[in-house]
């Protein structure tokens, strides 16, 4: 058993990490897309329907779910009422979790520890956002809090991630049409994988020009620098390895790692950041590999779907992961490291670019890619053989983030 | 008089300078008669400006580079504060980190209030500051929407180092009614020109001259600048020669690059007028309503030095030609653009949280870690730096004059603002204060990482639905 050190208060201690301790046996996403003909109970009911026929786990066989939704009011309501009506759960415990753009992945998180904890043997992690309901282009305006909403400027998103194109800039001495070419890649090559991908949204190519050509949103974010906004559900099944064979499973996909951090203030109110990387990023990073007892990234990761909220924001997160150079991201992304034939493909569903950002499902649908693509069964996107994979989130804005990051692979 | 002198001036009109031919061309149609007042450019208020936020910065300009802790007193004369029940000369002195024993007045319903808070200001002891600030707005297509600018002005009294001492004050008290604003009326109503001129200028005024003249025992011919009210050119000249004034006495209007301000009209003038002034030259200043307010000046010996540090702060904000009329109308609030769904965003401010961070959110203040001495924006009872977060109390630590600069930024046409792009960014202080903070009165093309700031007090946003606004310190650059 893997075991790795954290120096804390009570002195040195020993965690042995969740690797290989939980299965992932059945998962299920829906269509992504523009869904003006159904509810979010109906996004919930689509997912589950596919993982739970993958799995062959009823309902009623649940212990516990976790249930991620990030815009509540504007859709299904608080608590965790929503998904235990959704799907007519037998009055199991269901938590509602909410972390930002981490939801999905909290959710998996909730369940995944209480299942490796022993707590329960069957746990859902479900995950759905209704965005095209909130009549808004983007994300609706939320509010940071009483205090901080009376000095923080009235942010959007592409705005807050812009700024770390701007410091990249300048941190990193690279020209902006450099950037601004390299930004374009990383959304050429998603929207290229996203077109063969049914489920997704954006189901169409664009060539380069369209994209460094589009209207900006916000400098020097153009419309394609920008993922798109749409509903959509996914989840998950998850249960300990062997009970996994009692169901029948003999391809069996293990969570490696499942890593969280989140910022305590010191990116957006000390000195020693400079606004070029998400420090919570690399965090998260170095926990779950280490947790996954991944040596390097690049050699063993075979593929990764990160938070591609905007072109930058993958571009960054490529160095943040370890997947290329401090300041070398953009010239990695221009080579075609990330590409669908490249040393890591990255995004090969299509990502957030094609899929939207429904919040809460969407830290699960990139485990689903993954689960897939582990299980080859991702069809006309399946990549050979692949036997670990990531999946990285990140929430709020570069200067106050949480930031997940998992490894699932293979464990026969 | 009280023995209290002018220590220091300052006016600040805002950067925008609306071009009047913008004006006439978009209402030509409904007004040809316009065009004779289509010449050169009035100032307008950024969306974030208003007359209390520009009495913050006439009254940082006046202050800078001293100790405020002696003014005991502020005065702030305006006909648009920002509210009817909540005193703007309460939120400025808070903004300007004055003593909470200041007594804070706030004086309007005429345009002379300015004049008339310097009056009650002279009348008392100790240093005092005496701001007027007004932004009027104009119906589209009136004269007054050409002769009418934004503005602000601060006079700082005190007894020793006056750059001008107060020599006599005279006053006519007439209810001359020229024109008026209802309560709660959005514009002005003026009565015809010629009559206006006829019998109330050239009656009130001269007797108004004459008067303080014979009080101070002084000849027309002593006075070395006379400073009028905003009146065509051609009048005030016309009352300088009747008074036996050369026409180069007669201090410019300022009609032509800012337009007629309102309560601080004198004061902006006063401030041109010194700033051309020598010592011992006798300055003769005129506020004109419902009668008027005559104040002899004497520049003394301290003007010199005053007079580089004026220039100076003129070089603060260098006008902006704009030629935007539809934004100068949806930033006065006569044209309702549609800025999308996030414009419909609730800015209800919770005020229990706002009085127990006003100290930050009017004061700018920071804390500074008492173990490691981090400066650090919001103060906090832990250290914000990641190697340090000791828990204790933090010194304060003031962070409006401090000098700032970009870290991060961006301009973002997706979130709400009046003013799209919004620019906002990562902002650092010298002190080493990091502030995520809108950026103001920037163009465009001048934002860069390592922009150097200047932090000024603006509207954080505007609670239609209530009434309220809400006021935060941004980020503009620095000359």
């Known amino acids: 058993m893997r075991q790795y050190g954290l120096d804390t208060a009570l002195g040195e201690r020993f965690m042995t990490g969740i690797c290989d301790k939980v299965a992932i046996v059945g998962m299920g996403c829906s269509r992504f897309g523009e869904r003006w003909e159904c509810d979010a109970e109906d996004l919930m009911l689509e997912a589950f329907r596919e993982a739970s026929a993958d799995a062959g786990v009823e309902a009623g066989d649940l212990d516990a779910a976790w249930f991620g939704c990030y815009f509540d009011d504007a859709s299904v309501g608080k608590s965790a009422l929503p998904l235990a009506n959704a799907l007519r759960l037998k009055n199991i415990p269901v938590t509602r979790v909410e972390n930002m753009c981490a939801t999905g992945t909290e959710a998996l998180r909730g369940a995944v520890y209480a299942v490796a904890a022993g707590a329960c043997d069957i746990a859902l992690a479900l995950g759905v956002e209704k965005l095209k309901d909130t009549g808004y282009g983007g994300l609706p305006v939320g509010t940071p809090g009483a205090f901080t909403e009376q000095w923080r400027p009235n942010t959007s998103s592409p705005g807050s991630f812009a700024q770390l194109a701007s410091a990249y800039r300048a941190e990193h001495r690279v020209k902006g049409e450099d950037l601004k070419r390299a930004m374009a890649h990383v959304s050429w090559k998603s929207h290229k994988n996203g077109a063969i991908n049914p489920k997704a949204h954006l189901r169409r190519a664009v060539d380069l020009d369209t994209i460094i050509g589009a209207p900006m949103v916000a400098e020097p974010l153009g419309l394609f620098d920008c993922c798109g906004v749409s509903d959509g559900a996914a989840c998950a099944i998850v249960t300990r390895p062997e009970i996994a064979r009692e169901l029948g499973k003999t391809e069996i996909v293990t969570v490696k790692a499942l890593q969280l951090a989140v910022s305590n203030g010191s990116e957006a109110g000390h000195g020693g950041w400079n606004g070029s990387y998400i420090h919570c990023g690399r965090l998260a990073g170095q926990r779950a590999l280490e947790e996954a007892g991944v040596r390097s990234a690049p050699d063993e990761i075979d593929l990764m779907e990160v938070h591609d909220c905007f072109s930058i924001t993958e571009l960054v997160t490529m160095e943040d992961l370890g997947f290329a150079e401090e300041g070398q991201g953009w010239r990695a992304v221009l080579d075609g490291a990330f590409d669908r034939d490249g040393a890591t493909p990255c995004q090969i569903d299509g990502g957030l670019k094609c899929f939207g950002h429904p919040i809460g499902a969407s830290g699960l649908r990139m485990a689903y890619e993954v689960y897939l693509q582990l299980l080859g069964r991702a069809g006309d996107r399946q990549l050979p053989s692949p036997t670990l994979g990531l999946t990285h989130n990140l929430g709020g804005e570069p200067a106050r983030c949480v930031v997940s990051v998992a490894v699932f692979g293979r464990n026969d | ?479």
């Open chain 2, 1 to 479: 008089m009280s023995g209290l002198g002018i220590v220091d001036a300052a006016a600040y009109v805002p950067a925008m300078r609306l071009d009047r031919g913008a004006i006439f061309a978009a209402n030509s149609w409904a007004n040809p008669a316009l065009r004779g007042l289509a010449r050169g450019s009035r100032s307008i208020c950024n969306w974030d400006e208003d007359s209390l936020t520009m009495g913050v910065e006439a009254a940082r300009r006046c202050l800078a580079g001293r100790s405020p802790d002696g003014v005991r007193r502020l005065y702030f004369a305006s006909t648009t504060p920002p509210f009817a029940d909540r005193q703007s000369a309460t939120v400025i002195g808070e903004a300007l980190n004055l003593s909470g024993q200041l007594a804070a007045v706030d004086l309007g319903n005429s345009r002379n209030a300015g004049m008339q808070a310097l009056c009650e200001a002279l009348r008392g002891d100790g240093q005092a500051l005496v701001i007027a600030a007004d932004a009027r707005r104009a119906k589209p297509a009136s004269v007054q929407e050409l002769q009418y600018g934004h503005g602000s002005a601060a006079l700082l009294l005190g007894r020793e180092g006056a750059i001008a001492d107060v020599v006599a004050e005279y006053r006519l008290t007439r209810d001359f009614v020229d024109q008026f604003r209802g309560s709660g009326e959005d514009f002005d109503y003026r009565w015809e020109e010629r009559w206006i001129r006829d019998r109330g200028l050239r009656e009130i005024i001269p007797g108004l001259v004459q008067g303080i003249l014979k009080k101070a025992g002084t000849a027309p011919g002593d006075l070395a600048r006379l400073v009028l009210p905003a009146a065509p050119p051609r009048m005030t000249a016309a009352m300088a020669k009747a008074l036996g004034l050369p026409p180069e006495a007669v201090q410019d209007g300022r009609l032509g690059d800012v337009g007629d301000t309102g309560a601080p009209h004198p004061f902006l003038l006063m401030v041109d007028a010194l700033a051309e002034s020598r010592p011992g030259d006798l300055v003769l200043v005129i506020g004109f309503a419902q009668g008027g307010i005559a104040l002899l000046l004497k520049a003394t010996g301290n003007l010199p030095r005053w007079q580089k540090r004026n220039a100076r702060r003129l070089a603060l904000s260098p006008p902006r030609p704009e030629s935007a009329y539809t934004k100068y109308l949806s930033f006065s609030g006569l044209l309702p653009m549609d800025f999308g769904m996030r414009a419909e965003a609730d800015a209800k401010t919770q005020l229990s949280v706002f009085d127990r961070h006003r100290a930050e959110l009017t004061g700018f203040a920071g804390g500074r870690c008492p173990v490691c001495n981090t400066v650090q924006f919001p103060r906090s009872s832990r250290c914000v730096n990641p190697d340090c977060n000791a828990e204790g109390e933090q010194e304060v630590v003031l962070l409006a004059d401090e000098p700032g600069a970009v870290t991060s930024f961006t301009q973002d046409w997706l979130a709400y603002t009046p003013h799209p792009p919004l620019q906002y960014g990562l902002a650092s202080t010298e002190s080493g204060a990091r502030v995520l903070m809108e950026f103001t009165e920037c163009p465009l093309k001048q934002m860069q990482v390592g922009l150097r700031l200047r932090f000024v007090f603006r509207i954080h946003a505007i609670d239609s639905q209530r009434g309220y606004r809400r006021y935060f310190w941004k980020g503009a650059p620095a000359p």
